[in-house]
């Protein structure tokens, strides 16, 4: 709109036009108010009954909530208004009404279930906290993308329609393609190998991944974004660097950035940066002090994967930011090399937040010989994934990188109960629309 002014740059003595969402009114008798906000704050709208033409103030004061006004008038100071200034009305137009029954409250008087919410997000992304927590995510991952760059890093877009999965399984999303059957893709594994074996060296990724798991937790998603690094070069513990300096990078940018959001949401006292080196533990020493917790009904044992109450139990033991390496090479994906030294190794890792996983990442295999027995041993067809492995008989040099989960990452810097508080449109096995 032209001329128009946002309310929180509206300064007394001015004549302005304010236009927004009805956010409340307020009828004492001779006087009344309406509260108008925009995407700034709100501003009061004053209705002096008996000095004021009579259609103006039946227009400002029968209009329903959430409805959008757009509204004429000089702009006063006045202490006792919510943002120190009021409005007096000379005109006000009612843009498009909003019907007196909304299915959730803006205002945040009333609470709603998460799957209301989500089944009406345009509604509930006008309550502030919600509104700060995605401007928080556009923070985070603005930081990231400066971190990357400044680790000589390339952003590249990767295709999401694939003929074959990364990992094979049936963790897949089948569509149909011009008639044949394609998937959607779960990582972006393969192409950002074939990308860090060119020139170009190291490259990272932000977009969406697809898994059909069946979960159905407050921590998984089957659309979920990813943000991925994959270096030339580089081996595990050169990832694990680009990894937790991307997570700090994170931090402190919301720090610096967001006072005004973590104050929204309650965290400005207790929002903390990460340890400046995040403990790396090997897999024998976290399933020893998993089992040390006692928390577990069964010791574990060489080769198990940790239990979800097992990760809780370390993450309260470590207190922070973390790493688990050396995990069995049985228990990670083909593509990732064992170690040097004992192929009973992997050079994978996972960097843990106290209350989840937030990264998988390693070295990875850049022998042809040993790549083609990977794809074997986890029975896979070698001949499906020609367009991967072939690139690997001309130069491949040794390489690392990881896949760190956006929402997740969000989810534990701001403590959310439920994944799908950080992404606008969540899918999981319940959800498909909106």
């Not at 810097?413 to 096995?429: C, G, K, S």
Request: hydrophobic share 35%; glycine share 8%.
């Amino acid at each position: 709109m032209q001329d128009r002014t946002y309310t929180a740059d509206a300064e007394p003595g001015e004549d302005a036009t304010v236009a927004g969402w009805v956010h409340e009114i307020r009828d004492l008798g001779g006087i009344a108010f309406l509260i108008l906000r925009d995407s700034t704050g709100k501003i009061q709208i004053k209705f002096e009954k008996d000095e004021m033409d009579e259609e103006l103030v039946e227009a400002g004061l029968g209009v329903s909530r959430e409805s959008i006004v757009s509204v004429s008038g000089v702009v006063e100071e006045e202490p006792r208004a919510p943002t120190g200034v009021e409005i007096t009305p000379t005109s006000l137009e009612v843009i498009a009404e909003a019907e007196p029954e909304l299915p959730l409250d803006p205002s945040g008087k009333v609470d709603a279930e998460i799957s209301t919410r989500l089944d009406n997000r345009t509604l509930d992304l006008r309550k502030p906290e919600v509104q700060a927590i995605f401007e928080i995510r556009a923070v985070v991952l603005s930081a990231v993308r400066d971190a990357f760059r400044e680790h000589r890093c390339t952003e590249i877009t990767t295709p999401k329609i694939v003929a074959t999965g990364t990992e094979g399984g049936t963790e897949l999303f089948p569509i149909t393609y011009f008639g044949e059957e394609a998937f959607m893709n779960q990582s972006p594994q393969l192409f950002k190998q074939l990308i860090a074996g060119s020139n170009v060296e190291r490259v990272f990724e932000i977009g969406p991944i697809f898994r059909a798991e069946e979960h159905n937790t407050p921590r998984h998603l089957n659309e979920a974004t990813s943000i991925d690094f994959e270096g030339a070069f580089c081996d595990a513990h050169d990832a694990m660097d680009v990894a937790e300096a991307i997570t700090r990078a994170a931090y402190e940018a919301v720090a610096e950035n967001c006072a005004d959001e973590l104050e929204t949401l309650g965290l400005a006292a207790e929002f903390a940066l990460p340890e400046e080196s995040f403990p790396r533990l090997t897999y024998e020493e976290a399933i020893e002090r998993i089992n040390a917790t006692g928390e577990l009904d069964e010791q574990l044992v060489w080769g198990d994967d940790l239990p979800t109450e097992g990760e809780k139990a370390l993450g309260e033991d470590v207190g922070t930011h973390y790493f688990i390496t050396e995990w069995p090479s049985e228990i990670k994906p083909f593509y990732i090399m064992d170690d040097a030294d004992d192929d009973q190794l992997s050079t994978g890792f996972d960097m843990m937040h106290p209350r989840m996983e937030l990264v998988s990442g390693g070295q990875r295999e850049h022998r042809y010989d040993h790549l083609v027995s990977g794809f074997e041993q986890q029975g896979l067809d070698p001949v499906e994934f020609e367009y991967y492995t072939k690139m690997f008989k001309y130069g491949m040099p040794p390489h690392a990188g990881f896949g760190l989960g956006g929402e997740r990452l969000l989810m534990t810097m701001l403590d959310l109960d439920n994944i799908r508080e950080a992404v606008l449109f969540p899918r999981d096995r319940q959800r498909l629309s909106p």
